[in-house]
């Protein structure tokens, strides 16, 4: 079964020309990935005990970055010494990616396609906002499981299915248009007590929780307070 939704793909794809506008409609994206790339920096240093101050922890290690977009997130992986695919369901979005990633004078390997068709396994998996977009989380989490290397580490965010996240992300940020419109269907979204059932499903132990938390004085920040989003640090068992 495909993990693809297709209107889900389509209403990211309208995007890719603004993608990398931080002004544009995912200025949200480009809020958010600081506050992603921080911890995914911590949880490289603890997991490979890598020396905090080093510019490429990620040296000689293979790296995934599943819906990776127009690569926000795949590019500063890159810069952390790693060997970089990117990895999404719309070709729109990868021809922006490379494109990007050229001017930048980066060498990332994006594709498009399914992600259960990936051949290969990685050392580090990141997985930013997506599996509230799939049609079966159980599959995709297995699928992802599957591209993992022994001693990896798998990273993933999501909105949590609380009433604060449905007001925050779809009645605040999306009716007024700092989300676009469409983008979150709550019905979607995972608690961590389900995501760490989904981990375990696939064979995965889940090492830390974290919150992605909002407010007026500090914007987006890490946070206990795992109400809007969090993120998740994974290892195969």
Not at 25 to 39: D, F
Request: aromatic content about 6%; charged content about 20%.
């Amino acid at each position: 079964m495909s993990s693809i939704v297709a209107d889900e793909v389509k209403q990211f794809a309208a995007q890719a020309g603004d993608w990398w506008d931080p002004n544009g409609p995912e200025a949200m994206l480009h809020k958010l990935n600081p506050v992603r790339l921080k911890y995914i920096r911590d949880q490289i240093d603890q997991h490979w005990q890598c020396d905090e101050c080093g510019r490429t922890p990620l040296a000689g290690k293979a790296a995934l970055d599943v819906g990776c977009g127009a690569g926000l997130l795949a590019e500063p992986i890159a810069r952390l010494g790693a060997s970089v695919t990117g990895f999404d369901a719309a070709p729109e979005l990868i021809a922006v990616a490379q494109q990007h990633a050229r001017a930048s004078r980066l060498d990332i390997d994006y594709r498009a396609g399914e992600l259960a068709e990936l051949e290969g396994q990685y050392d580090l998996i990141t997985c930013m906002e997506v599996i509230e977009h799939v049609a079966d989380p159980a599959a995709f989490v297995k699928a992802l499981a599957n591209r993992l290397a022994p001693g990896g580490l798998l990273v993933l965010s999501t909105p949590n299915a609380t009433s604060w996240s449905r007001l925050m992300m779809i009645t605040i940020g999306e009716g007024l248009g700092r989300i676009p419109q469409g983008t979150h269907d709550f019905d979607k979204f995972i608690s961590p007590e389900r995501m760490k059932v989904l981990l375990s499903d696939a064979g995965l132990k889940c090492l830390d929780v974290e919150g992605i938390a909002w407010s007026p004085t500090r914007g987006l920040h890490l946070s206990d307070d795992i109400r809007l989003n969090y993120l998740v640090a994974a290892i195969r068992v």
